[in-house]
């Protein structure tokens, strides 16, 4: 499973490090150590949609996209016989793409991994990144 720094965690959620480490210091989201402090994919994941759903940011700063990408974490990927449905919290917004289950396999997308939504009018595209 992936683990992110801090850093890496402040920008999928569109916050400050400073308020990313605030929030592990506070116990709001597990951390734990290689030297450095690391969240789970998985507990980022979740995490971000608790975020997302209060969508209050503690140092007031708007999340923003440019050129219409969103980074952010995979909360969810709900697989069909021949499509599939990703969503991905970036910052504040939650993002859910339908996609087909090739797709998904081919770029390996499972919840806890980085991902960028790019939006062009209707269709929402998944970049593994």
């Known amino acids: ?53 209060g969508a209050h940011l503690d140092d007031g700063e708007p999340y923003t996209s440019a050129r219409n990408a969103f980074p952010g974490i995979v909360t969810a990927v709900k697989l069909g016989d021949v499509a599939a449905q990703v969503e991905i919290q970036a910052g504040p917004h939650r993002l859910v793409s339908l996609l087909t289950r090739e797709a998904v396999e081919e770029l390996g997308l499972e919840v806890g991994m980085q991902a960028t939504a790019r939006v062009k009018s209707t269709s929402v595209h998944i970049d593994r990144t």
Request: glycine residues 12%.
């Open 1 to 53: 499973m992936q683990s992110y720094t801090i850093g890496q965690a402040a920008r999928l959620l569109g916050v400050s490090p400073d308020t990313a480490r605030r929030w592990a210091d506070a116990g709001r989201v597990v951390t734990h150590r290689d030297g450095r402090r690391l969240i789970d994919g998985r507990d980022l994941a979740a995490f971000s949609v608790e975020v997302g759903q």
